[in-house]
């Protein structure tokens, strides 16, 4: 997409501004500041989910390229009830970890509601969040560290932490995923991986396509290659509470059009039902890291609006690593039609926009009837389908009655 005059000049200051930052930044890294944060001398099990009066166990599972992410487990409802429905495996979207599926009370997330229904509970944390940042061999203020998009995911984490339930349990299991979530299981389904261990899968607010995305600061971000511009200066690790990313939130907010006033809302669309009593609650735990080279992917398929692995932006580059002068395409027609799939988008949802979850549903048109449910629900946006008081009665209670039948 050809640069506008005025988009030259925001992407200038903004090389400046961040050009400055990295000239001031200190030896202590954004790792050193977060490991003396009180919050990350705990994990996921203790912080969130054994206050609430839960058994819950930490695990660990190594990718096969290195990365030791965290997983945690909640075997057994409110009150000690062991469970005794199949696993059930959740995945969180972007900047985002499995605290995303028990911030809110009991009664209102998913991760707790599944475990007081007799569904053995297991939470997946992706690359770079705060309890995921180990390796094998290097440390997050390597840059290699950072060196993957979500086509990495797709590779390694997502088949990673299904063989890691799998062989735990000894059960296939189901899989629900959120936003990024979805987009790595249709990645992974379209190439018929980890389907052999799989039940079923529940996509909230499915991402698959984003050539029609509505949030404007997103299309902004991509628009004006500010993920691009991070890397090219050697921010590899995307990390939301640091001075570049904030700087780049700066530049971006003051573009015409642009309300960053309430920054969520300016993302996701205007989330209908959560409680903005928990919002300090979200910020004590979100957003967290990702890799500038995974929000470039993103970005890519924002200005694209195709469905492909990373891009590397030249013939010679895309041929050294895929033998082919452009990147692969996932197909979405290739997804296996009779795999159960339940789908659940919102009509205000500005990341999963309608027209492009729209597109996903074309794709799948010729699915099995009986082994694809899909659910719209007008008011809701991104955030309101993992964090919505809500939520229990109007999406959670239907996705379990479908996980019962499969």
Not at 99 to 122: C, K, M, R
Request: charged fraction near 20%; glycine fraction near 8%; charge should be negative.
């Amino acid at each position: 997409m050809a640069y506008t005059i005025t988009t030259k000049i925001i992407v200038f200051l903004y090389l400046t501004s961040i050009s400055e930052a990295i000239r001031n930044v200190n030896s202590i890294n954004s790792r050193d500041e977060l490991s003396s944060s009180p919050i990350n001398q705990v994990g996921i099990c203790s912080l969130l989910i054994e206050t609430q009066g839960y058994t819950c166990e930490e695990h660990k599972v190594t990718t096969k390229d290195g990365y030791i992410l965290s997983m945690q487990r909640i075997p057994t409802g409110q009150g000690g009830k062991k469970s005794d429905k199949p696993p059930v495996l959740l995945q969180h979207g972007v900047l985002m970890d499995g605290g995303t599926w028990v911030l809110n009370s009991p009664d209102e997330s998913l991760g707790f509601i599944l475990a007081d229904n007799g569904f053995d509970v297991w939470i997946a944390n992706t690359r770079g969040t705060n309890y995921s940042r180990g390796h094998t061999s290097l440390n997050p203020s390597d840059p290699a560290y950072w060196e993957w998009s979500w086509d990495e995911l797709v590779a390694f984490d997502l088949p990673a932490s299904i063989q890691f339930v799998h062989d735990q349990t000894g059960q296939n299991m189901h899989y629900v995923g959120h936003s990024l979530g979805t987009l790595i299981a249709f990645s992974a389904f379209s190439k018929d991986q980890t389907l052999n261990m799989l039940r079923s899968a529940v996509l909230l607010s499915p991402i698959a396509y984003l050539g029609q995305i509505s949030s404007t600061l997103a299309r902004a971000g991509a628009d004006a290659f500010l993920g691009e511009a991070l890397y090219w200066l050697g921010l590899h690790e995307f990390a939301p509470r640091g001075k570049a990313v904030a700087d780049l939130l700066s530049v971006i907010c003051k573009m015409p059009g642009n309300d960053c006033s309430d920054l969520m809302t300016s993302f996701t669309g205007q989330n209908c039902c959560v409680n903005s009593s928990m919002t300090d609650k979200f910020l004590e735990h979100e957003p967290q890291s990702t890799a500038a080279k995974n929000m470039i992917h993103l970005a890519q398929m924002i200005r694209t609006g195709a469905i492909t692995m990373y891009d590397y932006g030249n013939v010679d580059d895309n041929e050294k690593h895929y033998g082919q002068s452009t990147p692969p395409v996932y197909d979405m027609e290739s997804i296996p039609k009779d795999f159960p799939m339940y789908l659940g988008y919102g009509g205000a949802d500005e990341l999963a926009d309608v027209q492009d979850v729209n597109t996903l549903l074309k794709s799948v048109k010729d699915h099995d009837p009986d082994k694809l449910v899909v659910q719209y629900q007008d008011d809701y946006a991104h955030a309101d389908f993992v964090f919505a008081v809500n939520a229990k009665k109007l999406v959670y209670d239907p996705l379990m009655a479908f996980l019962n039948l499969n």
